[in-house]
């Protein structure tokens, strides 16, 4: 089956910086995507990767093994704004969009 | 990306009613989705809503219980029928453009609670 694993929840403290991880174990591969979502909002889109290497959009990163079926999001100079859940998604062969169940990132002052 | 935009942003419903969802893009899509999410959970889709046809249902989801009308490239129904409490959820529609990364833009999502 299609798999896609998340830490369910991670803390890290203001000005810091932290690694949230999503392996994934799916049919086919055709891209890797990065959501943000506050309480009560919907997700939007951080960030995207289909070759491997690192991305680097400002503050937020995202790397990608395409081997390992393995990637990050890395977020520095963490800001209160950030505490939200961070979902990452991975488009199969299909072109169907698998969901991890998400990423609970408590920042404390 | 898109603007898109939900109707109702909020609802609350009786038990054996009906609720219709407005999903509208102010420009052309080729793919819409429609996906739901319980508190704390992460998103499940319901189905893909195609132009001119009857939509994709996935594993657990019918066309008699989330009837989807998609009549034009920029605007989608979802209905919720004879709702029960555990319809209570999030209903967010997406959009995506195949031909590109595929990636998806949300709506700001329609909170139902039914009693």
């Known amino acids: 089956g299609q798999n896609i694993d998340q830490p369910t929840e991670m803390t890290a403290t203001e000005g810091a910086i932290v690694q949230i991880n999503c392996t994934y174990q799916?049919?086919?591969?055709?891209?890797l995507f990065w959501y943000q979502q506050h309480a009560g909002e919907a997700p939007t889109f951080l960030s995207y990767?289909?070759l491997d290497g690192l991305e680097e959009k400002g503050r937020f990163s995202s790397f990608l093994s395409r081997s390992k079926g393995y990637s990050y999001l890395l977020l520095k100079e963490l800001q209160m704004k950030d505490s939200a859940s961070y979902l990452c998604?991975?488009?199969?062969?299909?072109?169907?969009?698998?969901w991890g169940a998400g990423t609970k990132l408590i920042i404390k002052p | 990306s898109a603007v898109i935009s939900q109707k109702p942003s909020r609802d609350i419903c009786q038990r054996g009613t009906s609720l219709t969802i407005q999903c509208q893009v102010d420009?052309?899509?080729?793919?819409m989705f429609w996906y739901r999410q319980q508190p704390g959970q992460s998103l499940t889709l319901i189905a893909t809503a195609n132009q001119g046809s009857e939509a994709t249902y996935e594993s657990g989801f019918v066309i008699d219980k989330f009837p989807i009308s998609r009549p034009n490239l920029t605007f989608s129904t979802l209905t919720v029928s004879n709702m029960s409490p555990e319809d209570s959820s999030i209903y967010l529609c997406?959009?995506?453009?195949?031909?590109?990364?595929?990636?998806?833009?949300f709506g700001p999502g329609t909170r139902l609670t039914v009693l």
């Open positions: 420009s052309q899509v080729t793919m």
């Open positions: 998604a991975v488009l199969d062969s299909n072109y169907q969009l698998i």
């Open positions: 997406s959009v995506a453009d195949r031909g590109g990364t595929d990636t998806q833009y």
């Open positions: 799916t049919s086919g591969f055709n891209g």
């Open positions: 990767n289909v």
